[in-house]
């Protein structure tokens, strides 16, 4: 599968494409949706600052509060992906505040690429359709303790 992951980092945050790229391409893996397999994956990515988060979520989902991620899916499920018949799929558009991740890390005493992680791949599992759940969740948390990220 091949991903293309365009990013907007208009806050300066220091995770880099390549990082973002894996958790991406591991919390696909880990859905195991064989269709994806076959097509070129792509989503964008916006790194924005709180002030900014804030604004989006107002406007959004009418929450006046900063939030860690936000995810635009393009599809509402699996089963309207895989109608597409298109080469190339685009899921949507994840908006993720770094300094949010950073300031929950510590408050509550978390390690920061682990949550990074964990936020991430909670986005993309958003834009593929998948509610909050233990399904979600179990994903989300396996791709955020590959051993991979602690390098």
């Known amino acids: 599968m091949k991903i293309n992951l365009e990013i907007n980092n208009k806050s300066k945050s220091p995770l880099t494409k390549a990082f973002l790229n894996e958790i991406v391409k591991k919390t696909l893996s880990e859905v195991d949706w064989d269709f994806l397999q076959k097509k070129a994956i792509s989503l964008s990515l916006a790194l924005v600052k709180k002030a900014e988060m804030r604004a989006i979520n107002k406007k959004y989902r ?3 509060a900063v939030t860690d991620i936000l995810s635009f899916a393009e599809y509402k499920d699996e089963k309207e992906m895989k109608k597409s018949k298109e080469k190339e ?6 908006i993720l505040c770094y300094d949010d991740i950073k300031e929950y890390a510590k408050r509550e005493k978390l390690n920061l690429k682990e949550e990074s992680v964990s ?9 593929l359709g998948m509610p ?3 399904k979600m969740f179990a994903i989300q948390g396996k791709v955020a303790k590959n051993n991979f990220f602690k390098k």
């Open 89 to 94: 799929l685009f899921l949507g558009e994840l």
């Open 132 to 134: 909050h759940g233990k």
């Open 62 to 64: 009418q929450v006046d």
């Open 119 to 127: 936020v991430v791949s909670h986005g993309v599992l958003h834009l």
